[in-house]
């Protein structure tokens, strides 16, 4: 099995900063994308940022200049790293990764349980 277990969450005041990181434990041989997800309430799951095993990075619009998506593949993690926080920032943060767990190149989806992020003075 395989666990992603997000951190880094908690209360910021808006224009303030904050690093969220996420550990991927567990048998597994091969990671490809990782991804960072939000939710606030009452809007769907929206993509804030995703990266490839090769350091490849996409933002979704209204997070680029801002987050900055990093991961280390000897540790099996993703951080995000968030500035100029705006109180529609306020959401749950997921991290979620395709994960090859048989060596077959063939992934699988995995999430975390999300991180609260409240952007409030």
């Known amino acids: 099995q395989v666990q992603l277990v997000e951190s880094g969450g908690g209360l910021v005041q808006p224009g303030g900063s904050l690093r969220l990181s996420c550990s991927a434990s567990g048998s597994f041989f091969h990671i490809a994308n990782m991804r960072w997800y939000r939710q606030a309430p009452g809007k769907q799951r929206e993509l804030v940022a995703e990266?490839?095993?090769?350091?490849?990075?996409n933002y979704a619009d209204s997070m680029k200049g801002r987050f900055t998506i990093s991961r280390d593949n000897a540790k099996n993690t993703v951080s995000l790293q968030m500035s100029s926080l705006k109180s529609e920032d306020t959401a749950i943060y997921f991290c979620?990764?395709?994960?090859?767990?048989?060596?077959?190149?063939?992934?699988?989806?995995?999430w975390g349980q999300g991180t609260q992020v409240t952007v409030s003075s």
């Open positions: 979620g990764a395709e994960v090859d767990q048989l060596g077959t190149m063939r992934f699988r989806a995995y």
């Open positions: 990266i490839t095993s090769l350091g490849r990075t």
